[in-house]
């Protein structure tokens, strides 16, 4: 089967979700490519955005080829933003068919603009096409206000989802949110985000005996991850003499706001790449994260992949919630994320071995890989 996978966003600002499940389905034998066209926000990262190629241009990451151009945004024009990315992801397509064919499946991911390219090259060429959605209600509540929102971009992604052969959300959670924009009269199937279970492995930790409990979270610095939610909670737990240390890592982390916010026995490690990652939880006892809106946080299945138990807020999905190492609190309740640290610093240590290999069965490459498949094959089949 010959796949073109085309992210929303993308390296250098995420999205390696998408090359995740392009190795899963390439590790299967399909024919997979990636087709990459990023936004550049010259007020998120100016070096990026002089300093990355002008040109379009192909590079492998990680054994698959990505077809990849890079977008210079003008600041605050948002549709002309919009409508210059979908043309430029056309126009990628067509280079692509010229040199590899075309597909027999379209994987785009999130709708918000990759869905709707899609659904606009499926209508020229005749190709199925599948949105795999992971965006949450709070981040497009941020562009189209909240509902009821008039806002221009609502109906193209709604024809969108409603044009798609399937809508994959990763969490069952998701349909309902987002239906007060986008309804629900579409075709969808729940998949879970793929993690690297391989690589985040699990690894048995030092004893805890005469050294503190090692809290870590990993998150983006920005006021959806709850960041003053659990630094408050921090403080509260050290002033009941709790021994813990607080390490943090994201974008933004290592700035001067975030560093300005932090106190005895906190640690920022700034940005980490990949192995820096695993490093930081194989140090680590437990993660916490106090977000106020998640769809499938990729975080806390690699956590727990590890082989450590975690702390979140309601907001995550049930599917998650696996058994007592997935420990839940109201959201913005710093008073409750205090007790449940304190909790689980007291706690007996739990079968970390056990908690991986449930998340292996439930988000691993073979498993999403074969899940996939699946559908795009059912697709195929049933025109």
């Known amino acids: 089967m010959h796949i073109l996978e085309i992210p929303s966003f993308f390296h250098p600002y995420g999205g390696l979700f998408c090359l995740d499940q392009a190795k899963a389905l390439s590790a299967l034998g399909h024919e997979v490519r990636i087709l990459s066209n990023v936004q550049l926000g010259v007020t998120i ?3 990026g955005f002089l300093t990355l190629p002008w040109r379009r241009y192909e590079h492998v990451m990680d054994g698959i080829t990505v ?9 605050r024009v948002i549709r002309p933003n919009v409508n210059r990315w979908v043309s430029i992801v056309r126009s990628m397509f067509e280079d692509y068919v010229a040199k590899y064919g075309t597909p027999d499946i379209l994987h785009a991911h999130c ?5 709707y390219a899609a659904m606009k090259i499926s209508e020229e060429y005749h190709i199925p096409y599948v949105i795999t959605e992971h965006l949450s209600l709070l981040i497009f ?8 929102s008039k ?3 609502i109906p193209l992604l709604k024809k969108a989802y409603n044009k798609a052969n399937l809508v994959v959300p990763v969490s069952k959670e998701l349909v309902g949110s987002l239906s007060c924009y986008f309804g629900t009269d579409y075709r969808w199937q729940v998949i879970s985000n793929i993690i690297d279970s391989d690589f985040f492995h699990y690894q048995q930790r030092l004893p805890i005996q005469n050294r503190p409990f090692r809290f870590c979270c990993l998150a983006n610095y920005w006021s959806l991850k709850g960041y003053d939610i659990l630094f408050d909670a921090f403080r509260r737990i050290r002033t ?3 021994k813990a240390e607080l390490h943090i890592a994201g974008r933004g982390t290592d700035s001067q706001a975030c560093r300005q916010q932090l ?12 192995s820096e990652v695993r490093n930081l939880l194989y140090q680590c006892d437990a993660l916490v994260l106090a977000s ?6 990729l975080v806390l299945l690699e956590a727990m992949s590890t082989g450590i138990p975690v702390i979140s807020t309601e907001c995550i999905p049930r599917s998650l919630r696996i058994s007592d190492d997935c420990h839940i609190v109201p959201v913005d309740d710093a008073d409750a994320f205090a007790q449940a640290m304190k909790d689980m610093v007291n706690s007996p240590i739990p079968d970390g071995k056990s908690l991986s290999e449930q998340i292996c069965q439930m988000a691993s490459p073979q498993v999403i890989g074969k899940k996939l498949e699946t559908v795009f094959n059912d697709i195929l089949a049933s025109r």
Do not use: C, N
């Open 292 to 297: 106020r809106s998640e769809v499938q946080p």
């Open 151 to 153: 806002a221009w971009q």
């Open 240 to 242: 009941m003499g709790v």
């Open 45 to 47: 990262g100016w070096r």
């Open 263 to 274: 106190s005895e026995s906190m640690f920022t490690h700034g940005l980490l790449d990949k």
């Open 141 to 148: 509540e941020e562009e189209f206000g909240a509902v009821p």
């Open 111 to 115: 709708a918000k603009w990759a869905g």
């Open 67 to 75: 077809y990849q151009s890079y977008q210079r945004g003008i600041p």
